[in-house]
């Protein structure tokens, strides 16, 4: 057996819920601010200042199109619905065009290829003031990428944390489980090439605009742990067959001489 004793599954999932938490919560400051490299887009996690969300709206297309607008406004808050995100400097790979706003140059990054878009519920009265003028019925546009999903919301982030938390939870408890109930070390490298199988089936469907073209990180932290399942699949899986050929060699070993096993 591989563990002292047998978990029970309430154990297990004591066990494993605080390392979730632990390393849910690693990741949220270093994806507070967001980046771009060659192929991969991390989102930032939070909503963009008022002074990024005026830059947003004062940005356009090649195509003429806006970066951004507002689709949503009552008297204390505004919703701004966009396919972008900002970082500074004018020079970096994968930008869509740049925008300048009270002295400072942005970049426009794209979110995903996906034909979805972001959505961020803002304070007005900082926005009016950042950008110098009332907001008015004129400035909603309720339409505007209204046929596009909405992949990223940055007031559901306490929300992707839980539902992270719950889902590694869920993940290690099991994992846990299973090894305390292995009675040989040859089953190690099958349980958990299975449990990195779940993450790789399980993860595009809570974040499903995450990869297209490029990789585009709009979690916490199981966007991660996805790319490291897909790196180890091919070893873990090599190990499986080593595994397998292993068993199959004691149990045929047990046959012929079953005295001495």
């Known amino acids: 057996m591989l563990l002292k004793r047998r978990l029970r599954p ?54 003429g199109r806006p970066g951004a607008a507002l689709v949503w406004m009552d008297a204390e808050t505004v919703i701004l619905r966009t396919g972008y995100y900002l970082l500074p400097g004018a020079e970096g790979p994968e930008s869509a065009g740049t925008v300048t706003w009270a002295g400072r140059t942005y970049r426009l990054i794209s979110a995903n ?32 990428l209204a046929d596009r999903p909405v992949s990223f919301a940055s007031e559901h982030v306490p929300l992707y944390f839980l539902t992270e938390v719950g889902f590694l939870t869920l993940l290690l408890a099991s994992l846990l489980f299973f090894l305390s109930r292995s009675g040989r070390g040859w089953w190690v490298v099958p349980l958990v090439t299975v449990h990195a199988v779940l993450v790789l089936l399980l993860v595009p469907s809570y974040s499903s605009a995450f990869f297209d073209v490029d990789t585009f990180h709009q979690r916490v932290a199981v966007e991660a742990l996805w790319d490291g399942c897909l790196m180890a699949l091919l070893p873990l899986l090599l190990g499986c067959v080593v595994c397998f050929a292993g068993l199959g060699y004691g149990l045929r070993a047990s046959v012929q001489h079953p005295l001495k096993s």
Do not use: M, Q
């Open 113 to 144: 290829w996906s034909s979805a878009c972001s959505e961020h519920r803002l304070d007005r009265v900082p926005l009016e003031k950042e950008l110098g003028r009332p907001l008015t019925d004129a400035d909603v546009h309720p339409s505007f």
């Open 10 to 63: 309430h154990r297990a999932l004591l066990l494993a819920l605080p390392f979730a938490i632990l390393f849910v919560a690693a990741f949220v400051p270093l994806r507070w601010e967001g980046e771009r490299t060659a192929h991969d887009a991390y989102n930032p996690l939070r909503a963009p200042t008022a002074s990024e969300a005026a830059a947003l709206l004062s940005s356009w297309l090649g195509d």
